[in-house]
Every structure is written in C-alpha cells, then in structure tokens.
C-alpha cells in the first residue's frame, strides 16, 4: 500500500480499541519472569557453552602477540578465538569500527577474543589469563583540542550546514544580541538488559537469538561480516531489556557468539559484562555548541545561528545538535553548523533522541537567555517566535538580505503539516501554574531551598519509513500478527493488537502478536520514534488487504462492508469471520511505503517542558520537585504506553541535566566511570511527580493511523528546562553539562 495522499476516514477512527488506555498486553509475561530475553533461552538448543568477551586494553594501536595457553588449559575450556583464527571478516553497514579487534585496535575495549568454556565462572577466568602485548601509537580523545581540526558532516540524509539569508550581517545589526557556548557530557545508554546472544550453526545456517531493535539490519550486517548470504542468518529477538539505541546496530556480543559457535560447533551464549558496554558499545559523544541570536526590542528574531562540534571514529557520524534550529524557530536570517572531530574513542552512535536531545539542551538555555536580555518571559518569547513553515528549508534560493519574520515568504518554505507549539505552552503554563513563577531569580525560598522554575520547547521530527506485516485469520476467527518489529520496553505488542482488533472488528483478546523474527515480514523496527506510526500502519496496510479478501470470500462488495463484532456485515446480512476462513483460513500480507507526503510537508511533533526544582543554598545539590511535559505528536494509539515512554524520557532528561557523564582519561583515551556505580542515572528518589498531557489531534499528513512518534519527544528540552529552573532558583547560570553542585557552590547568594 502506497501512503502518497493525506489520510481520510478509515476504520482507525472508530476508536473503539484505538486510542484506548488499554494495559500492555506482555505485562503479565514481564511480571512474572517468564518474557524469554535472549541469555535466557535455555530452551531453544540443547548444550550450550559459555562465551567471555575479552576488550583491549589500549585505546589505539595494534596487538604485537598473544600468550593463550594459560587460559587454554584452564579446566572446562574449549575453545579461543581471536583475529588470528577468525577467518576473514568484514565491517557491516551499520557499524564504524570493526566488531572483532585486531592486529589493529580502534578504541578501548574493542573485542579482541573470546573464550569458550562449560561454565560462565570458567570462561572468565580463563579470559583473564591471556596475556596481550601491545604497540601503543598517539591516539586523540578531547573533543575541545581537535575543534579546529573538524569539518562539516552531513548526517540522517540532511547537510551538516545551512545558510539563509545573512546571519553575519543581520546579527551585527541587531539591537540585542546573545552569543554563548554551551557543553554536553559523553553518555552511555545505561539499559537494564546487557547486549546479549546465543549462537547456533546447523551446517551453513546461523541463528541468533539476541537483544537487537531492527532485525534486519541485524541480519544483514551479520551476513556482511561473515561473508554469506542473508538467507542463512537467522535473527530472533522478540523480547528486549532496554535499548535507547544502543541495540539498534549489529555489535560485539552477537559477532563473537557466532565465531564461538562454528569454533566450538556447538551453541554458545554471550553476554556483554557491564563494565565492557560503555567502552566496547556505541555511546552518545559529547558536544560544544555556540549558539548566537539576534533580536530586535520587541523581540522578533532576526539572526540565529547554531554551531555544534562533536566527535567520533572515522567514518562515524556526528551527533548533530544545531539540526532542530533549522525549524522550531522564526528568523530570517540562519546559519547551522554541525561538524565533527576525529576522536579515538569508541564509537559514538544514536542514543536516546539523538541530535534533538543535544541540541535543545543548548538551544532552550539560550532562548532563556535571550529572553532575560529583552526583559520577556521566556514562554512569550518563544511564542512570538512561532512559525508554521519551516524557516531554513527555502524550496528555491534566495538573495542574501535582511528580512523580518513579517515579510517571511510561505511559499517558499515547506509548512509543518500540523504545529500546535503554542497551545503546548499555553495548556501548560496554566497547568503548571507559570504564572506564580519570580523573573527574578533566586526570589522564592523555602526554608534553605531555593526555589525555581524552568521552560523549555520540545521538538522531534516525525520519521516514518515502510514497514511490513502478515496477518492470518483461522477458523476460530482469531487473528495472528507476525512482523520482524521489535518491542524495547514501549508497547509494540500492544498497539499493533489494537490496531489489528480495531480492523478488523475482534476484541482484543483474540489477537495473538509475533513479533522479533526474520521469519517474518521486515518492518520499520524500533528506533528514532518511527517504529509505533510506521509499524502500526503496516499492520493496517496487511488488515486492508485481509479485509479485501475476506469481503471477495463473502461476496460483498469492499465499499459496503462492516467489520464489527467478530462478523463482517452489509445491510442485508452478516457472516461470521471464523465461518468465513473455514480450516484453510485466510491471510494477507502487505507494506505501507511512504510516498511524497513527507517532501510536500514538514512532519514533527512539538510540546513543552515544564520542571520545578528546589536547590540547597549551601550545598548546591539539586532536587527535581515536579515536571509536566505537554505533547503534540498525532493521534495517540495509547494514552497508557504513550505516557509510560514519555515519563521514562522525562527521566532520562534529568538524568542527562544532572548527574550524566562519561569521564574521559584523556592519557589513555577511554571512559574511566564504565559501570552502574561510577556513572550516574536517575533512581526513583530522584523523580517525585511528573504529568504528561497529550493535546488531542490527527495527523492525517503522517500516515493512515493519522498518529506520529512520541517516545523521544519526552526527552527533547527536559535538561534544558532543568537547567533554567535551576538559574531562576540560584542566579547561577552552568553551560556545561551536567549541572552538578560543584558548579554551583560558591557562586549563590546565600541568605539566611
């Protein structure tokens, strides 16, 4: 099915199961321990043996020789691999760094063997008995030094700079002006589930089962490494502890395992050890952000320009945080930069809203900024900043002059096919109460607390990419879902039941979803919060053609039929669907593709983040009082997951506000805090009460669920908003995340 014209009436809009609060359908299966996650699966191959990762311990150079036979004769081992009797390998797609490490090192932690033994406990100790010698060259770790080397990086298929207008020109000539530079820590994807993979070869075919959100990806960089055709690899991963995109791409655990399986010729399961996920795994770089706005007295913006560095291995890509200023907002004359540094870290990849969560951190403590120099209320001045075309995204080239937001030419400017920022901010200041908010900062106290209250715009873009799916009906007239999309923790199982249900008018109890196996139809997969919209409208695609067929069996033409109350129906009779499909039953398969609408309009969703915080005057320490976020992202599928993804955002934004960092040994080149207990993330103390309102809309533009992403937009501008309610509580203002007290003690006004 081709989605190439705004969606019109459909049966999605019955909103019978759609839209419902409905309780996840694996709740139960997760409660109870019995959800099989990957190392878990003792049941799917008998004799499984025990894989150990071992990391390099050197940042950048190569391996001049390996002493295995200490950890070869250790009791229960069967077999090492490493380079040197791996075969030929290849890099998959997706990765930057090669999976398996050696002669040549890329970065800290890099795999570089894997021991095989009867036991876990074994094959630990037998891994810490190889002894490496090493050839250590100079390698580059700080961002900061290696600024003036970077160059602009393109990234998700949009340029790494833009221009319109001219922002040097239209900056020097305004009447007020802002220029800071802001910085964002390294940080680690921090899920609950470790990378994890059993192996299992049967002659040429392998098949994992893993811990990975886009399965074909998966198979095909897997094929790609190996160097065998996609068909004989089997990826299988219908349960997943936690990604945040770290699970997104091909990585050590899943290689390694399938090297120890055809070196052992029997099953081997794999688990990345915690304190070898930050540095071995992708993780988010940090960043360095100028950002400049000009502004006339009443407070029309007439320059904005953002910079962002950031660094990864060659080839990498860049966490681009300047790629949400080209649209949330007004300003005739722009300039982005995104651009990146050659650093021998380990690899930096998507994490957790990628680009937008960066960005807006730096972003929406400037527009505070700005709002303070104009004497405004911040929300004020992001309203009269407002835009409902895309400001930086001209459809044809423009002169080099200086325009006012008033002479701004729509048409030459995509629209947004829905932007309600505004009402976000308006519903939420009410909520939140914004009004009893003290302009001047450090004003409201509370015993030794100081109180404060902060802002901040949320922007995501709304991605949505085909997405495939096969739907059965049997004779008992319940319906069986299979397609390769991945559940992380966000509902999958449950809205691709609601739609399924929905279509074709069963209660939900008579929907059986598969999901996680190459067997099955490819999907959109889980990541970049395209997966539920894109997903749920492959799903619908394969209903539409089940119902097709159903209504062909029936007799009854398509235009006429009702699907209601397990029977399809005309004005003249009814049969029921289990009468229909018979012991043979009835199935489709089809694939929404997008087509067109997405280069007509801009898709994206937009809310506002509001926080309270409280900050110790004589300590510094910071506590998070109360958040509401307000979303405006389509049609929400469901109010119960959807709000479940966007509190976990919320806390993931405090997180990165507060107390997230990787540490960088800048001598040796790796993250020195790789574990739980070194690096940071918020527990429940640290989050008491957090809202979330989702406005009411549809997107037909979007797709035929009319719905969009949800999950990362409750991310975007979180740190930001905690990082102005803590200047509104201190008077101090910290550029450089996280805000931790250090960076505030002796610089507030104590009073006692």
Sequence with gaps: MKFDTPATNNPIDQLKVIGQPISRIDGPLKTTGTAPYAYDRNDVVA?????????????????????????????????????????????????TAFLLGGPEIQHYHQAIAIVVAETFEQARAAAHLIQVKYERTKGYYDLDSQR????????????????????????????????????????????????????????????????????????????????????????????????????????SDALMAALASKAAQRPVKVT????????????????????RIGAEKDGLITAIGHESWSGNLPDGG???????????YAGANRMTSNRLSNLDL??????????????????????????????????????KNDTQVVPDSPSKSEPAKLKSKKSEDKEQHPPFSLRQLVKCFQVGSEHFGWNKRKAKPGERREGRWLIGLGVASAYRDNVVTKSAARVRLDKRGYLTVETDMTDIGTGSYTIIAQTAAEMMGVPLAKVNVRLGDSNFPVSSGS????????????????????????????????????????????????????????NQGIAAEDMIEFSGLDKKYKQSTFGAHFVEVAVDAYT?????RRMLAVCAAGRILNPKTAHSQVIGAMTMGVGAALMESLEVDKRYGYFVNHDLAGYEIPVHADIPHQEVIFLEETDPVSSPMKAKGVGELGICGVAAAVSNAVYNATGVRVRDYPVTLDKLIGKMPIRV
């Excluded at 009447?175 to 002659?203: L, N, R």
């Excluded at 510094?620 to 998070?624: F, L, V």
Aim: glycine fraction near 10%; include cysteine; charge should be neutral.
């Design 527 to 582: 990541g970049g919060q395209w997966g539920g919209n894109s997903s749920t409208s492959g799903v619908y695609a394969a209903c539409v053609k089940l119902r097709e067929a159903i209504a062909q069996k029936a007799n009854f033409p398509i235009g006429d039929a009702v699907f209601a109350d397990e029977k399809i129906s005309n004005k003249s009779q009814s049969l029921t669907l289990a009468e229909l499909a018979g």
């Design 272 to 291: 990345l050890q915690r304190a070898l996920i930050p540095n071995n795994t992708t993780h988010r770089s940090a960043t360095i952000q100028r950002i």
């Design 148 to 251: 003036s080397k970077s160059i602009p990086k393109d990234d998700m298929g949009m340029p790494g700079d833009s221009a319109v207008g001219n922002f040097d020109a239209a900056f020097l000539a305004s009447s007020i002006k802002m220029d800071a530079t802001y910085s964002t820590s390294h940080e680690s994807h921090s899920m609950m589930e470790p990378h994890a993979t059993i192996a299992a070869w049967d002659g040429g075919q392998l098949t994992l089962w893993t811990s990975n959100q886009m399965i074909d990806w998966a198979v095909g960089d897997m094929a790609k490494t190996l160097g065998i055709p996609k068909e004989k690899v089997r990826v299988i991963s219908p349960y997943i502890g936690g990604g945040f995109g770290g699970k997104l791409f091909l990585r």
């Design 620 to 624: 510094g320490e910071t506590r998070i």
């Design 318 to 328: 860049p966490e681009a945080g300047a790629f949400q200023t080209r649209s949330l």
């Design 346 to 383: 380990p690899e930096a990849n998507a994490m957790r809203a990628p680009n937008e969560a960066s960005g807006l951190a730096a972003l929406e403590v400037a527009m505070d900024e700005m709002a303070e120099k104009l004497g405004m209320d911040p929300i004020e001045f992001r309203i």
């Design 47 to 95: 004799n499984q043996a025990y894989g150990y990762i071992l990391g390099a311990g050197i940042a950048k150079g190569r391996i001049t020789s390996f002493n295995l036979s200490a950890a070869k004769a250790y009791p229960g081992v069967i077999t090492i691999v490493t380079h040197q009797n791996a075969g030929k390998l290849s890099k998959g797609k997706y990765n």
